[in-house]
């Protein structure tokens, strides 16, 4: 989709958790990706939320990735998620 001409794109960044056990043993990685919410303008853009989009060939990819490592993946939708 296009970006109306009076809109501003704001910055995003990514978090990274490793999740451990109480044995100090890996039990998962997370990540998330964070819309840098403190450039946001009072009453300018902030009317509205959007969330990315990912393409088909992206969660194929994912898939397949997931399934030659054996690993579990979960789906999980958020109408507003916020990053602390």
Sequence with gaps: SEVPWHAKILKS???FKIKRLPSGLIRKFKAR???RGDL???GVNNWDTYAPVV???TV????????VHGLC???VDYVNAYCQ
Aim: aromatic content about 8%.
């Design 60 to 67: 194929r990819l994912i898939t397949v990735i997931a399934l």
């Design 33 to 35: 990706l964070c819309v």
């Design 55 to 57: 393409t088909w060939t």
């Design 40 to 42: 946001q303008e009072f």
């Design 13 to 15: 960044t990514r978090a």
């Design 73 to 75: 993946s979960k789906q």
